[in-house]
């Protein structure tokens, strides 16, 4: 069966304008990402939520990091916090893609959003991008109450390489124990460097995140060819996940990280974290993004904010 005859019929509608990334030419791939991006914007965002830009103090020695807050213009009182990291297989993307999904998150679940604008490899590889989220992170923490955001609710989140991240994150923030986490949605997340398993072989298709665009960002993420990958990186190599805040993970059944994510989900549960894994038949990665009308990106949705909204209201400490 062909890879379009396996997708949710509204998924395959609107595949057939999907544009493959080359990462062999990473400026035009950047380019046709954000030209995808801005295709799916709507005319105009909430008139209820403001959207401000912030400049985080990087980690010492490093640059500060610009974080992007989403607030409703009417909620009083200390909110719940998402801090968010967009995707872009750690090569690709910009803040302003998610503009759209931070406002959802503001209006629908109800919390204020922190958005990361981490810097890209292969100029940047691996940790500088995890610097940059740790920093956001901290900040978020360390003036949440000028943010009217409850510490107690903070909760991380990303989607592909933003999902590999959060993970990341959600390991970094539970070894170093400065701030703590109530909750990760990790939305088909790039979890593991190493390209091993069945799915990864599976999808090839040229207009999705493949195997062989997957490999060549991580080799751009990694900087090197060495064996050594940090967990904060790949957390699929992470062999402790204890202690980790209750976690979300959904993909669909015809994306690349079908296999990683299932496997991380369920060494999850084996370590005692809450954890819920949704797997969505007919949907190739990141398929509530392109298909966002389709009645499977709603379901998805709804199930990924239900979580969240379960998430805050257990704060932790």
């Known amino acids: 069966m062909e890879f379009e005859d396996r997708l949710d019929p509204d998924v395959a509608e609107a595949f057939v304008t999907k544009v493959g990334l080359d990462l062999t030419d990473l400026e035009a791939a950047r380019g046709t990402l954000l030209a995808s991006a801005a295709e799916r914007r709507p005319p105009e965002l909430s008139p209820n939520v403001t959207i401000t830009d912030h400049q985080a103090p990087g980690l010492p020695g490093e640059p ?3 974080v992007r807050l989403y607030q409703h213009k009417e909620r009083a009182g200390a909110q719940p916090g998402l801090l968010w990291i967009h995707g872009g297989g750690h090569v690709l993307g910009e803040v302003e893609q998610d503009d759209p999904t931070a406002v959802h998150f ?9 958005s990361v604008d981490w810097r890209r490899s292969p100029e940047h590889p691996f940790p500088t991008a995890m610097n940059d989220c740790y920093a956001a992170l901290a900040w978020v923490h360390n003036n949440a109450g000028d943010l009217n955001i409850d510490p107690r609710r903070v909760a991380i989140g990303g989607a592909s390489s933003g999902g590999g991240s959060a993970a990341g994150l959600a390991l970094m923030a539970r070894d170093k124990g ?11 997340p790039m979890l ?16 999705v995140w493949n195997r062989e665009t997957n490999a060549l960002a991580w080799q751009f993420y990694r900087g090197d060819e060495s064996d050594d990958v940090s967990p904060y990186a790949a957390p699929s190599r992470a062999t402790d996940l204890s202690g980790l805040p209750p976690a979300f993970v959904g993909v669909g059944d015809m994306d690349l990280f079908l296999d990683e994510n299932i496997e991380y989900a369920q060494r999850l549960l084996q370590a005692g974290v809450p954890t819920e894994l949704h797997v969505y038949a007919g949907g190739n990665h990141a398929f509530n993004g392109l298909a966002a009308e389709s009645s499977l990106a709603k379901r998805y949705d709804r199930d990924r904010d239900d979580m969240l909204r379960k998430a805050f209201a257990r704060p932790v400490g």
């Open 106 to 114: 503001v209006e629908e679940v109800g919390c204020t959003v922190a």
């Open 178 to 188: 400065e701030y703590p986490i109530c909750h990760q949605s990790l939305n088909y």
């Open 192 to 207: 593991d460097d190493r390209n091993v398993t069945p799915s990864s072989h599976a999808i090839v298709h040229p207009r």
């Open 64 to 66: 500060d990091v610009r």
